[in-house]
């Protein structure tokens, strides 16, 4: 007579969509050689889980466990792991049972041509968490294939704290919460990518170099910038937890750069922009900056008296809706630049080639390579814990933890932005 | 009774389409201040004035003079001009009758924000040459508005050679042809902008420092990529003029960087790809690099092969047609670059959201600031003359330099692509 296998609890989505039960399933076992199970302390909602619950999802109709952020502790290896793992990603050799692990949203083998560039998104081997084709992690266990390659050894800070010279990184890891260190999984490296895809993009070199374009090596006497054309516009339209982490990281940016700076941060929902404005309040040596929260309507009056009609540096995109993308073209300036890191789908794209090519427009699309971000991002984390450390204070990035036996309420309560953001706690 | 005002010869346009006359037209008349009138030597036909031949440019279908491109000599200041110009752009001052002038192919004022910033394309008062708004350069004079902000001064290279410490301007202007010369009025600057688009996007700064995404100040044991994944992947499409000149600009930046590269130059028509082959044959100190022209269908193998299937790091799309930026979105890498320098119109880009996003595509749209972009281009012009320098040899940019009584064959030669580059002298 067959044992029946261990179960778990977790959560579960089904087509075709608005329906998210919780069942108890197979505790996930080691199916190659590069696997790691790893047992879940915390698992967070995010807003793009919402893309499947409304049904506006992937084709691939398949119940799932869904979930892509969470932090938890390594208890099983795959045979990869340990002695045999010599020329591979340092974890193979590395990771044991009983470490603490955080994710980036999407695995990645650490070994391709696009690992090895930091293009860790866009690994051919990469899957998203909490897919039809790969369970998720709003759940007591998950699977982690390519675990050498995907996960950071939170027990380990050798392995990549190289990267932080600055940061005292085990001093750090003891003081911040695992709430807060779970926002390293999406949210916050999303952010931190946004903002860095803006501000290393060349047109705006002229801003923050003080030379006219076009950028250029060995030019010691090219045109200079009046001081009064260097102040620096911005616009972050969408004001959930991963816009307000692309704000308070350019926030940080612009301070450290020291021009004069304006940023509008741009959401529907007041109660949103309310505490968008609360967050930026609590944020120490913001620089020489002015921060506002609009409407989108609102926006468009506020970047034109600032500019006098000519438009915003930059926008950051952080919605993943055709009305996003119109306001972004809308609000930028002529030669500006637009950083999209919502995740968009079939709708049309609202312009035309000609609309862009009448402003110049420079687009950056797509996901965020949270795996290679993690360093720049851990940074933020240690630096502005003013912001990102306290859980559910009323300008916490997290609202609340709780048991996934809540689950289907809390998808529902996000949905409609009755609460902020919401992490399981699949054990309690 | 009044007296005939002087007339000239003039290439005239007249609606709907494929309808070019050469009339005898008022000569013009300085209107504004700032208005200067230059009796042209050499005017150039341009793929651009095509769109407006064709009958698929702008709406506004009032006849005029066509042309955007073209040397000359001053014989008119208006009053703006000499000793009351303390304050505005030099040219104000010194600019005098008799100086040899090369303009963009848009004016632009010199004194507003977008001028200072460089962004001169994007100038509010801005306007293209050659348009219902203003007659063109196919004439024997043309009024250029806004002069002092607009035209170089080839007479005073000290205007603007203070960008150039490493060429010896004077010299080099005593050499180099009207014809060549001309070539600055829009498709070098052009060629030289897209190629500067790319280069300095921050996507390609893994490949160029050796150092994975991020980019990222301060950080000296960041991850290196090892050398065989640092070979640099380009496409250009579209091998008329601008793309030439681009394939030129691109390979004399490659050679300066040294790295290894290779370069897929791609247009429908055999000639030109002969032609594009025997041209990169000509250029002295290419670098460590490999150059083929192909069709479009050729060049989605070529690079798969050369790519083991993950695209080009940039692709420089020169034509201005969906299906163009649809073989430039396939070509590219994920988390490639597309720098679109072609002038589009109203059809829907061939993409939608979710496909930008899922290829974490990054685009450059839109039209060269070619005032900004001369002192770039003039440098290459120098330096390239083995490419840009002869006339009407076979690999030369241009073709041959005819009287505009030919102006009505010439532009349908040009259009079905039976002829290269062709300038009018308007008094041969």
Chains 1, 2 share one sequence.
Request: net charge negative.
């Amino acid at each position: 007579m067959a044992q029946e296998p261990p179960t778990q609890k977790a959560v579960r989505w089904y087509p075709p969509s608005y329906d998210i039960r919780v069942e108890s399933v197979p505790i996930p076992e080691i199916t190659e050689p590069d696997d790691v199970i790893v047992k879940i302390k915390l698992a967070g909602l995010c807003g793009s889980d919402l893309h499947a619950y409304r049904g506006d999802g992937d084709d691939d109709m398949t119940p799932h466990i869904p979930g892509h952020e969470f932090i938890g502790e390594v208890v099983k290896l795959g045979s990869s792991f340990g002695e045999h793992a010599t020329g591979r990603p340092g974890l193979y050799s590395s990771l044991k049972i009983g470490d603490k692990v955080v994710s980036p949203f999407t695995t990645n083998c650490g070994e391709c041509r696009a690992c090895r560039l930091g293009i860790t998104c866009r690994c051919p081997q990469g899957t998203l968490f909490g897919c039809p084709a790969l369970d998720g992690a709003q759940a007591q266990y998950v699977r982690v294939p390519k675990a050498g390659g995907t996960l950071f050894n939170l027990s380990d800070p050798k392995s990549w704290s190289d990267l932080l010279p600055n940061a005292n990184v085990a001093e750090a890891l003891s003081t911040i919460s695992d709430s807060s260190l779970l926002l390293l999984a999406d949210i916050l490296p999303t952010g931190v990518f946004a903002v860095a895809q803006a501000l290393n993009h060349p047109k705006l070199v002229p801003i923050l170099t003080g030379v006219a374009w076009p950028p250029r090596e060995g030019s010691t006497t090219a045109n200079t910038i009046p001081s009064e054309d260097r102040t620096l516009t911005f616009a972050i339209i969408g004001l959930g937890p991963v816009g307000i982490c692309a704000s308070v990281a350019l926030v940080d940016r612009l301070a450290a750069i020291g021009l004069p700076y304006r940023i509008v941060a741009i959401d529907t929902y007041a109660a949103r922009r309310e505490n968008m404005e609360k967050i930026f309040g609590q944020i120490s040596n913001h620089g020489n900056g002015e921060f506002v929260a609009r409407s989108p309507e609102e926006a468009r009056t506020t970047v034109k008296e600032w500019t006098s009609g000519s438009g915003c540096n930059a926008v950051l995109e952080v919605v993943g809706h055709p009305s996003a993308l119109t306001l972004a073209y809308d609000l930028v300036q002529p030669f500006g630049i637009i950083t999209s890191v919502g995740v968009h789908g079939k709708p049309q794209l609202p312009f035309n080639g000609g609309n862009l090519y009448d402003k110049n427009v420079s687009f950056d699309f797509g996901r965020c390579p949270a795996r290679a971000m993690f360093p720049m991002a851990f940074e933020l984390l240690v630096k502005r814990q003013d912001v990102f450390g306290q859980v559910g204070t009323p300008t916490s990035l997290v609202d609340r933890i709780v048991s996934v036996d809540q689950a289907a309420e809390m998808y529902r309560a996000f949905d409609k932005r009755e609460v902020g953001k919401v992490l399981f706690d699949p054990w309690e």
